[in-house]
């Protein structure tokens, strides 16, 4: 009985080292696109943050250009779902506070609302930059 026992215990600590790398696996690279996760936050989504802060953060602002990034970042909502990325609960959350946050950034570049745009990307950068790099980055 005490075999029975440890070798149910050792099933289940490799079934779950298993299933924890397997969710690694996806958070990290999607199953079938090449570009890896990393790859996608520093090209897409943290090239786009960037460009639209200095955008806005310009004496002059560039809507034709805040408008490509937010379009852009709000996309990156959508990439960083499929494929099977999504690893868990929270990153779906912030996946689609991603979307929603750059789509209201959208709308207000569109408008050339200078203070919606603001606020949308301050709403876009605490909703889900922050929540879901509390939770996954460094891990």
């Not at 397997?22 to 786009?48: D, F, I, P, Y």
């Not at 960037?50 to 250009?65: H, R």
Request: glycine content about 8%; charged content about 25%; aromatic content about 6%.
């Amino acid at each position: 009985m005490k075999k029975f026992v440890w070798i149910l215990v050792a099933s289940l600590l490799v079934g779950g080292f298993a299933i924890a790398e397997r969710v690694e696996a996806q958070k990290t690279k999607g199953k079938t696109r090449a570009a890896s996760t990393k790859l996608l936050m520093k090209g897409l989504v943290s090239a786009n943050c960037g460009a639209v802060k200095k955008d806005l953060d310009a004496a002059e602002i560039n809507w034709d250009d805040v408008t490509l990034h937010a379009a852009l970042l709000n996309e990156s909502g959508y990439i960083l779902m499929d494929d099977g990325r999504c690893p868990d609960g929270e990153w779906a959350k912030s996946a689609k506070g991603l979307q929603s946050t750059s789509a209201a950034l959208l709308a207000a570049a569109e408008k050339k609302d200078a203070a919606a745009a603001k606020a949308a990307f301050a709403d876009l950068t605490a909703q889900s930059c922050k929540v879901c790099h509390a939770a996954h980055k460094g891990k």
